[in-house]
T-cell receptor
Framework: DAGVIQSPRHEVTEMGQEVTLRCKPI?????LFWYRQTMMRGLELLIY????????DSGMPEDRFSAKMPNASFSTLKIQPSEPRDSAVYFC?????????????FGPGTRLTVL | SQQGEEDPQALSIQEGENATMNCSYK?????LQWYRQNSGRGLVHLIL?????REKHSGRLRVTLDTSKKSSSLLITASRAADTASYFC?????????????FGKGNQVVVIP
């Protein structure tokens, strides 16, 4: 398996623009997680899905953030409108079984810069 | 919210030396995991220790867990330059069920060849 795939790897956009980040989890994994990493706040869980259903979105910072998982092999994280403080590295991770019972497999991340 | 917290120290050691990192947490946990992150990369799982375990080994890694002190340590023996990375502990708080991890801020380790 190719592992968790994220695209794009780098995104530079201007404030106010819509940003869409994409993730393809490992085949067969039923949990998918979106994290955000910054120097100031470390690694934060934004939202996670189980069997394509959002379970906990309490980490989503504002209504400008939304996430979807239309099928088992694809998820998106959208920011609309984007702001400079959204600049961070966004990671997608997946695993099988229960999210904390076993290791999570992380993608390479998307480095987002909002000017 | 509860989360693992590493000692906030950057560690710089010579190749061949041992590196030890500590992690403390605040509430009851189901398990504790350690991850490594190389610069510009995603996190890679290293080891998982359950709340009823006290010590676990994997290759050059040794993890201990003291639930009475709510702390864990990660020891890397005979370090190599390739061990240069940030190391994160992550807990699975019982209040979260088994579904999510709470990560600490990470501990940067530099191994000098």
């Amino acid at each position: 398996d190719a592992g968790v795939i994220q695209s794009p790897r780098h995104e530079v956009t201007e404030m106010g623009q819509e940003v869409t980040l994409r993730c393809k989890p490992i085949s067969g994994h039923d949990y998918l997680f979106w994290y955000r990493q910054t120097m100031m706040r470390g690694l934060e869980l934004l939202i996670y899905f189980n069997n394509n259903v959002p379970i906990d979105d309490s980490g989503m910072p504002e209504d400008r953030f939304s996430a979807k998982m239309p099928n088992a092999s694809f998820s998106t994280l959208k920011i609309q409108p984007s702001e400079p403080r959204d600049s961070a590295v966004y990671f997608c991770a997946s695993n099988q079984g229960a999210g904390g019972r076993s290791e999570q497999f992380f993608g390479p991340g998307t480095r987002l810069t909002v000017l | 919210s509860q989360q693992g917290e590493e000692d906030p120290q950057a560690l710089s050691i010579q190749e061949g030396e041992n590196a030890t990192m500590n992690c403390s947490y605040k509430t009851s946990i189901n398990n504790l995991q350690w991850y490594r992150q190389n610069s510009g990369r995603g996190l890679v799982h290293l080891i998982l220790i359950r709340s009823n375990e006290r010590e676990k080994h994997s290759g050059r890694l040794r993890v201990t867990l003291d639930t009475s002190k709510k702390s864990s340590s990660l020891l890397i023996t005979a370090s190599r330059a390739a061990d240069t990375a940030s190391y994160f502990c992550a807990t699975v708080p019982t209040s979260y069920g088994n579904n999510r991890l709470a990560f600490g801020k990470g501990n940067q380790v530099v191994v000098i060849p």
